[in-house]
């Protein structure tokens, strides 16, 4: 089975008449398309309809109740029984979409499988059950996810795109934070207080009231003192929640709708009318999973806190959810054969890292335009695709972050500070990759006995190797961090990689450092690196 962590996976090859629907679609005919999302409390699905002008229509939306994340964060692992009732479910999502023909799927678990000690066997057992290979996705990812979809729904409000934003999803295991600015995500952090947690301390203080608001209050203020203390940002003009609870207090608050404005005093009273409900009465009275209903006050105990601490007077709720965006990334993958979403803004989250440790950001700049254009010239030897690109250029721009802790041995410091760091867009797998990218841009190459290389799947690896080939080549190529060399053409023949460059300027140190560190490039791809200057 593939490596459903690995950097461009794929989803399992489409059925029968999935393939006859793609072809179609390659005519000029729809596509069908579905996206499973894999939460802590149900299994969701969606199944949509992909027109050639881009349109996508939803054909079904299915849910079904499944207490995934009571079991895994109370015990640590599924039990048989609920991995067999997530097959039941999803042998039924299966034979729907093969009614419908779908062409390309993608299903995504989150906190509650990604926090399972059996994870791996949970989408062993599926897949062997249902064909449906499902990625277990960290929190940037999702919050990467739904924030393409939270965009479009909040792309008519103009101070979204002129002010600073904090948009947040309260899950059941952990809350995943994005700092917005100019309608980019410019930083996120994932911080492990949620839901589950929540309802314990209420139980822990049942009956009276107060002590269970001081309890979840004093929680949210740690939670966004340690938020302020890693996004990059003073005051914010927009609280954005997402996700379920969120969604359901708007409901209730205001009505239907795209986008909600919901006071701290309108929270206040719907959950002081929840908490005098027990958990079954609250399922009943909404129609909602007894999961959901214990989630629900403690959740609107914590979205009036977080208005109160910040200079905001109400809480904007975006409908979207992460089915949206995997359905807008499915749907670009179809479309221009690209998954990566939001490429420009991990770039941006990227060079944030690189502020925050004061590394060299035009020396960051120079060096990922080099490694860019070392790889696109190299693209018939590696076969990588736009993914590895972006994680090069990443790598690139934050690769002397470890300066900030010792100029000696930095390379090391960079890998320790890059793997305890999020970048948004960036899977923990992604940043491992990074990470190891950076660790070995100078001195030794990758070797089979670094515990940190030695840990990663092979795929990974090979990835390590080409791109650190090819970041130690733009790094040579900067060298004196003076950006001397501009716009070289760069080709492969006879066995090198030819680097011209008009000869401007004396490249002589350049030259020098290219033969010292080009010796791993030479390994992976079988071509020496030459610098000759043209006039």
């Known amino acids: ?187 996120s952090v994932t911080y492990d207080l949620g839901t589950l947690r929540m309802r314990d301390l209420l139980r822990a203080e049942s009956g009276d009231r107060r002590a269970m608001t001081r309890l979840i209050q004093h929680n949210v203020r740690e939670m966004m003192n340690a938020v302020k203390r890693t996004l990059p940002f003073e005051k914010v003009a927009n609280l954005i929640a997402i996700g379920p609870e969120a969604r359901f207090a708007a409901r209730a608050l205001k009505g239907e709708g795209d986008l909600a404005a919901v006071s701290a005093k309108d929270l206040r009273t719907l959950a002081d009318q929840i908490l005098a409900m027990t958990p079954a009465e609250v399922a009943s009275a909404y129609s909602i999973p ?101 994680l090069l250029e990443v790598a690139s721009i934050v690769h002397d972050i470890g300066n900030y802790v010792s100029a000696r041995g930095h390379h090391r410091h960079a890998y320790y500070l890059l793997v305890n760091s999020e970048v948004f867009g960036l899977s923990k797998m992604d940043l491992e990759i990074v990470a190891n990218v950076a660790r070995y841009h100078r001195k030794g190459a990758p070797q089979s006995d670094h515990p940190a290389y030695a840990a990663l799947p092979r795929g990974a690896r090979l990835t390590v190797n080409r791109l650190s080939a090819i970041l130690r080549v733009a790094d040579a190529l900067d060298k004196a961090h003076g950006q001397r060399i501009q716009n070289p053409r760069i080709t492969v023949e006879d066995g090198e990689l030819r680097i011209d460059v008009e000869a401007a300027e004396d490249v002589a140190l350049e030259r020098l450092t290219l033969d010292q560190k080009g010796g791993l490039f030479e390994e992976v791809f079988g071509l020496k690196p030459v610098l000759r200057e043209v006039s």
């Open 1 to 187: 089975m593939a490596d459903p962590t690995a950097p461009g996976a794929e989803a399992p090859a489409p059925s029968a008449a999935g393939t006859t629907a793609m072809a179609a679609y390659a005519a000029g005919g729809p596509a069908v398309l579905s996206v499973i999302d894999v939460g802590s409390s149900g299994v969701r699905m969606l199944v949509a309809e992909l027109k050639p002008d881009g349109q996508v229509r939803v054909l079904e939306d299915v849910a079904k109740p499944l207490t995934l994340g009571r079991e895994t964060f109370r015990t640590g692992t599924l039990s048989a029984a609920s991995i067999q009732k997530a097959v039941n479910i999803l042998r039924q999502y299966r034979t729907m979409m093969d009614g419908y023909g779908v062409t390309h799927t993608r299903a995504v678990a989150t906190s509650a499988v990604r926090a399972a000690l059996n994870r791996d066997t949970f989408v062993d057992r599926v897949f062997l059950a249902t064909g449906i290979e499902v990625e277990v996705i960290e929190g940037s990812q999702e919050t990467l996810l739904t924030f393409a979809a939270v965009q479009r729904a909040l792309a008519a409000l103009p101070e979204f795109t002129r002010e600073d934003s904090l948009m947040f999803e309260l899950g059941a295991g952990a809350t995943e934070w994005a700092l917005v600015r100019g309608g980019e995500v410019v930083g």
């Open 290 to 390: 007894t999961l959901e209903a214990e989630a629900l006050a403690p959740a609107f105990l914590a979205y009036a806190e977080l208005i109160r601490l910040n200079p905001v007077d109400r809480l904007l709720v975006a409908r979207a959810s992460i089915r949206d965006g995997l359905l807008l990334q499915v749907a670009k993958s179809i479309q221009s054969g690209s998954s990566v979403f939001f490429p420009e803004q991990t770039i941006t989250a990227a060079l944030n890292l690189a502020r925050k440790y004061h590394a060299d950001e035009r020396h960051g700049l120079h060096s990922a335009a080099l490694a860019r254009a070392v790889f696109e010239a190299t693209q018939a030897q590696h076969g990588m695709g736009e993914t590895e690109r972006l």
